[in-house]
């Protein structure tokens, strides 16, 4: 299977740059190993949907409600991402877990629903630093894997997961080799134990930090199976150049 290198836009991008990035992703990402996602803003989806229409270039959704419809002010359901050009979404990032409360049970409810809708969940899971500090992280993150994906995660096409320790988004640290490679065989050992044979065949991401310096070295770890790309994927020439270091695995 490709390595997935997907990028999360989170907060950023008018209409106009969102739509010159993809426009510039199109033309540079043709050909290559690895399999690319984006994950724009709400607002630009459905523009950089139009722009990415036939492309290498899959796009997704940061977040999504459980619920299919209802009254849920500000909230965008799983079927309006597909309605907008979605076929793909981040859940459980640790920017909703942390600034908006989000638990492993509204995480798992949250991928159902996304699954019914059609759409590839990106799960996302990762220690904080005082969790690291306290030798806690193999726990933390397996409490969030048994709290979050439910039945059938790994079936079909199956959804992915992406390990991110919390300390290494946007501050330019990366654990080391052995430290992203440990957790990946940990995080496979629970895939495995959850899933069975299906689990083996989930892809897991690595984020936190990635830029085009330490993405080779990244990537060629055991059991990863791709990327999740934060600032790094706001500009073409970085983003692609991490899908430049990616392998057909
Ligand atoms: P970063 O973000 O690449 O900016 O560290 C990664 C993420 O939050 O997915």
Redesign the pocket.
Known sequence: MPQLI?G?W?MHMLRAEAVALAQALRTGAAGGAAELLVCPPFTVLAAVAEALAGSAVAVGGQDCHQDKQGAHTGDVSAPMLRDAGASWV?LG???RRLNHGETSELVREKTVAAVAAGLTPIV?VGETADQRAGGGEAEAVGWQLSGSLPQGFADGPGGVL?Y?PVW?????KTPTEDEVADMHAFIRAELVRQFGDAGAQVRILY?????PANAGALLALPEVGGA??????LTAADFLAIAGAAARG
Request: with cysteine; hydrophobic share 35%.
């Open positions: 997907a999360n989170k981040i990032h640790s920017e996302c992406a991110e290494a988004i946007g501050t330019g984020g936190g930090s990635v830029k999740l790309i934060g600032g790094a994927s």
